[in-house]
């Protein structure tokens, strides 16, 4: 029933060998491959390689047979479950997510019986993730469409940060614009919401400030950028907040918030914004308010950077300026 059920990075950690209660039929030594021979993968904390990587097929052969939770009646899978897990440790994290051509959808069985189910939580891409207890864990792979079928690539991790578009695998699943683009981010944008700049080496005066504030409408519409992955956290406008054209190759420049009409923010303040720089290279670089707010680097190439000011944690909208400097000693955000 189960197809290509291969772990093509090894799950199993030390001390548990290919005698372990009968599980493994062969382990390639070199390439540290598992071959299950009942279709169940035993797992503990720790794993290396980390992501772990199981190729499958899904096919929506019917819904599942659940009233709640909702979100697992969205998609369509087999009655079999694609992988099964023996949770031999308690996992503080752990992050399931599918990719590939088509529209996937993952539901999860943890031990204790639970259900866990996703359809697009990285731009079209599922994934479960959370802590959990030792024991069986089932995962169905499935399609969002009745009667589909695509291949896929369900993927294991304990890092926080791994995800679609992360990662030594990340070419499978698209680079981080493309699930900006596929929440609805516009990553081709000339203009934003607010001013933009143009820069040249050695501009003055420096730093130079942009206003704006971080109100998301409900007309334009709004993405959890926690979705990027790292340091990206907060509820953004799909429209960048400002457009920076970078005309030369800068050594060092810094990106910082402020209030509206303060030098710095107040030190009983917590200002609740995120800022997030989505580069030439279509990757995404951001800060949050947990140590002011503030992205530098001494590479910048020249080209069209796209900012977004974000709202953490559902947060209030509130103005801001964003300064931009060459100067080092410029710590506006502190």
Same mark, same amino acid.
């Given at each position: ?10 799950v ?28 169940t993968?035993?797992? !503990? ?56 051509p ?16 996703n359809?697009?939580?990285f ?12 024991? !069986? ?15 896929y ?9 791994? /995800? ?32 933009? #700049? /143009?820069? /040249?080496?050695g ?16 007309? +334009?519409g709004?993405?959890?950028?926690s979705?990027?992955?790292?340091q ?30 303060l ?10 914004l ?20 503030e #992205? ?6 020249p080209? #069209?950077?796209?900012?977004?000011? &974000?709202?953490?944690? &559902? ?8 300064? #931009?400097? +060459?100067?080092? !000693?410029? !710590? &506006?955000?502190?």
């Open positions: 029933m189960r197809r290509a059920l291969l772990l093509s990075l090894l199993l950690v030390a001390g548990l060998g290919a005698d372990a209660a009968g599980q493994a039929s062969a382990v390639d030594p070199v390439s540290t491959t598992v071959y299950p021979s009942d279709g993968v035993p797992l !503990r904390t720790g794993f290396v390689p980390d992501p772990a990587v199981l190729s499958g097929v899904a096919e929506g052969e019917g819904p599942m047979p659940l009233r709640e939770p909702a979100e697992c009646m969205m998609g369509f899978f087999e009655r079999a479950p694609s992988h099964v897990f023996d949770f031999q440790t308690r996992v503080g994290f752990l992050r399931f997510y599918a990719t590939g088509g529209d996937l959808v993952l539901a999860v069985r943890d031990a204790e019986g639970r259900w866990h189910c359809d697009d939580r731009g079209r891409h599922p994934s479960v993730e959370g802590t959990w207890t030792r024991g !069986r864990v089932e995962v169905w792979v499935g399609t969002h469409g009745a009667r589909d079928r695509t291949d690539q369900l993927r294991l991790t304990e890092t926080r940060s791994m /995800r679609p578009g992360v990662g030594p695998d990340s070419s499978d699943a698209g680079d981080e614009s493309d699930l900006a683009e596929d929440a609805g981010m516009v990553i081709d944008a000339d203009t934003g919401r607010f001013d933009g #700049i /143009r820069l /040249r080496r501009f003055l005066p420096d730093p130079r400030f942009l206003a704006g504030d971080s109100t998301v409408t409900e007309d +334009e709004g993405t959890d950028a979705l990027l992955g790292g990206c956290h907060g509820v953004v406008s799909h429209a960048p907040s400002h457009v920076i054209t970078l005309l030369d190759d800068f050594d060092f420049v810094q990106l910082y918030l402020l209030p509206l009409d030098d710095h923010w107040p030190s009983d303040e917590n200002p609740a995120s800022l997030i720089v989505l580069q030439p290279d279509g990757t995404f670089v951001c800060d949050d308010a947990s140590d002011g707010i #992205i530098s680097s001494a590479t910048w190439v080209g #069209i950077y796209r900012v977004w000011i &974000g709202t953490e944690n &559902g947060e209030a909208p509130r103005p801001y300026r964003m300064g #931009i400097s +060459e100067i080092r !000693r410029v !710590r &506006g955000a502190r």
